[in-house]
Structures are given as C-alpha cells and as structure tokens.
C-alpha cells in the first residue's frame, strides 16, 4: 500500500536544502552495490520487444561550477585528461554494443548532457560522435539533444554541433541579467546568449530549446518579468523553467552550512511557483502551449521532447559517462562516480558499473504513473493496458485526496492536475510512493 499523505513544500514556504525533483523511482538511495549483478543480466538479455533504445553521455566538463548544481562536474582537467575520458566512453559504448541487450540496435534518441558538452572542441566533438555512430547507429533518430552554455559557443561550433546530426539544442541561458549569472556563479553573459541564439537559428536547427530558472540568489519581481519578455522576444520553440533548489554538496549549501543558516538565500516555494505560473500565462498569451510541469512549447502539433516521453514510457536507455544512469530491459544502474575509477574501469577493459536496482512490477507501475502525471494530463487506461492494473483502483486513496484538495480532476479514465498543482507536482507525487520509499533522500 502506497503512503495516501499529501506532501506539499513547508507551511512557511521558505526554501530548505534538499532536492524535491522526482527523476525516478523507487529513489536512487535504494540503487545498491551488491545489486551489480543485476544490471550484468540485464545487459546480456535480449531487448524487450517494441522498446525504444536512447543514448545518454554525460559530458562532465565546465569553465566555472555553478553555485546551485550538484552534477557530477569538473572544471580542472587538463587537454590529455579530458581525450581520455572520451576515449573511455567510446570503450564503454564498444563493450555495451557487444552485448546482447545493445548489440544490432539503433538509437531512436540521443541526449548530451552535462556538465557542459559545448565546452568540448569541435574536433573532439566530431571524433566522439563519428566512433559513436559507428558503433551504435542514430540514423534517423527521433531527436538527438545536446546542452550548451552559451558561453562557449562559437559561430564554428554551432556549425560543427549542427552537422553531427543535433536536431534539439537547449541553451543553458537561466537567466538574462548579468548580476543574477554572475552572483549564481554562471559562466556566461546575456550577450553570449544572444549571438549564439541568432547563429543557432541561421543553421536551421529543428528546436531551440531556452532554460530558464526561476528564484536564482538576487532575482527580483522585476528582473523576472524582464526575462520572461526577453525570452518570448526571442520566441525559442520552446522554453524549460526550473524552480531553483538547494541539494546537497552545492556551493551554496556549503556556505549555508558554514553560517549554520536553514533558509537558503533564495526566493520563497511561493514566490517560486508564482514567477512560474507569470511566465506561463505570459506565454501563453503569446501562443505556447504549457506541455508539463516543466515546460511550454511554441507549435503544440510538432514540437516533442522525445527523450523525456520516452524515458518516462519506460524505454532503454544507455548511459555512458561517469555518474551516469542507465534503464536497461528493466533494471535501473549507475556508473562509477568519480573520474578517476571510471576511467580505471574501462582502461582494465571492465564496465564501469557503481551500483543498480530491479523495480518489481508495482513499483514499475508507481514510477511511470508519478512521471506521466508530470506532464499534467493522463489517460489511466494506458496503465491498465500496459500493468494489467487500473491506476483509479490501485491509487484510489491518492487520488480521491488530490481530488479533495483541488489539486486533481477525474473525467472518465482522464487525470488532469490543475495548474497550481502542476507547479507543485514534485512534492504531491511523495503520496504514491511505497512506504519504505517515502522519506528517502534521491542521491
């Protein structure tokens, strides 16, 4: 039986450190070492029919860490270091492809992220991407994803990320005032996002993708509102906003933790949720479509974002890079998560496996249903279908809570959220995890 209590941000709204994103379940603290094995398995079964494969690498390098981020990043590796590690992936995508869950497949869909994949050169993008391709084919891939920091764009490596086949580019901009970047620890300034904007869109990119974050350290009402005009001006075709965290092992929880401050010194949940909610009406009053929690896109009937519908469908996915995660015929698994092992594993010809989990058939059920209900709206018979279980009976207790509170509408097998419960999703979606799961932490 799921936990049926309604979570929500503290009464007081403040921000506290923690991360309340919910990227998986059942949460990563419950991925454990002495469960490798499985995710041996795994890879040495044949693929699941009909599931889609992707492609993730993480690309850990950076020119500054960013005061808020808690990726697994680097900003000291020397030249001779960083060819190493991406002659590591390509042993690691060469030992994957040999085996018989990867081996003989196609990518539908390809995502580098980071880090900062831009801050590679374009010969080494180039080179990577070419041993890649040889190895595990995308052609004609749904989408290939790649994430920049605008800083580190040229007019030559646009051309360069362009022509390796990137067909969604999502630009790290956050935010559009130079004291907000600066003070946030940002790399780049508004003016490096509007050269690299332009020339992205002079190379015919398919989507151009704009994240923004709303409650940076030293934003105001009215700066906020500036960015969201600046960003419909530019009228990417389509816009990511995140509300800022505080999770552990960032720069600012250091210092909070330094101070022995509780509030981190950034704006308020409700002041978060309402910058949001502001830019979505402003949005949409200029023709996006609010498609998530998450997200608005520009041209509702095309625009996709393949990599997270697919993901959150239950499909393959192959990480490669240190830290990264993978989801192969069912079982969830994690890469060795520092640099130095990493790239001992491979270099001794061993895949860099850290620790993995086998979700059984309800927990599976939980997980897809808690990320689909991100996206806002829901058909509960797709669940039946694919579980062989019905979402209205197995969640009823939940549901009829998040009824109660305004939170949800039922219209047949249809679940929608409001829009006040879309901004909040991250911390309603506790009430459908399974007790044991309920108060982990998700590193």
């Not at 989507?207 to 001006?233: F, P, R, S």
């Not at 949720?273 to 998450?294: D, H, I, M, P």
């Not at 491979?346 to 599976?364: C, F, I, M, V, W």
Request: glycine share 6%; hydrophobic share 40%.
């Amino acid at each position: 039986m799921a936990n049926d209590t309604i979570t929500q941000e503290p009464a007081q709204t403040s921000t506290t450190v923690g991360n309340y994103f919910v990227s998986n379940y059942p949460p990563y603290s419950f991925w454990a070492e002495e469960r490798v094995h499985e995710a041996e398995d795994a890879l040495n079964r044949p693929p699941r029919p009909g599931t889609d494969l992707g492609i993730y690498l993480h690309v850990p390098f950076c020119r500054k860490r960013c005061h808020f981020c808690y990726f697994r990043v680097y900003t000291d590796k020397k030249n001779d270091e960083i060819q190493s590690y991406l002659d590591a992936a390509l042993t690691e995508l060469t030992l994957h492809a040999k085996r018989p869950a990867i081996a003989g497949r196609k990518a539908d869909f390809v995502y580098f992220g980071g880090g900062t994949p831009s801050f590679l050169s374009s010969e080494q993008l180039v080179a990577l991407t070419d041993g890649m391709k040889a190895l595990v084919s995308w052609e004609g891939a749904s989408e290939v994803t790649f994430e920049c920091e605008p800083g580190t764009l040229t007019d030559r490596k646009i051309k360069t990320i362009r022509d390796i086949g990137v067909t969604r580019l999502s630009l790290g901009v956050e935010n559009f005032d130079d004291h907000v970047l600066e003070s946030n620890g940002r790399a780049h300034q508004s003016k490096q996002v509007y050269r690299a904007y332009d020339y992205a869109r002079q190379m015919g990119f398919p989507q151009v993708n704009i994240d923004l974050i709303a409650g940076m350290m030293n934003e105001t009402e009215d700066n906020w509102k500036a960015c969201v005009a600046k960003t419909i001006t530019l009228a990417p075709d389509s816009v990511t906003i995140y509300q800022m965290e505080v999770p552990y092992n960032t720069t600012i929880y250091k210092q909070m933790k330094a101070d022995g401050k509780v509030t981190a010194p950034v704006a308020d949940w409700q002041t978060k949720r309402r910058w949001v909610t502001y830019a979505f009406a402003e949005l949409e009053k200029a023709g996006y479509t609010v498609k998530s929690a998450y997200t608005a896109v520009k041209n509702a009937a095309n625009a996709r974002f393949v990599y997270r519908d697919s993901l959150w469908a239950g499909a393959d996915l192959l990480g490669l890079g240190v830290s990264s995660f993978s989801h192969i015929n069912g079982t969830h698994f994690q890469n060795e998560h520092d640099f130095a092992p990493y790239l001992a594993r491979l270099q001794a010809g061993k895949l860099p496996l850290h620790r993995s989990y086998t979700p059984n058939d309800d927990e599976r059920l939980i997980r897809e249903f808690i990320l689909q209900l991100k996206l806002g709206r829901i058909d509960s018979a797709y669940f039946t279908r694919k579980f062989g279980v019905d979402p209205l009976v197995r969640f009823k207790p939940q549901l009829t809570a998040l009824v109660a509170d305004g939170h949800l509408a039922i219209d047949g097998t249809w679940l929608t959220l409001t829009r006040q419960a879309l901004l909040q999703v991250d911390s309603l979606l506790h009430c459908f995890f399974l007790p044991q799961h309920a108060n982990a932490r998700y590193a």
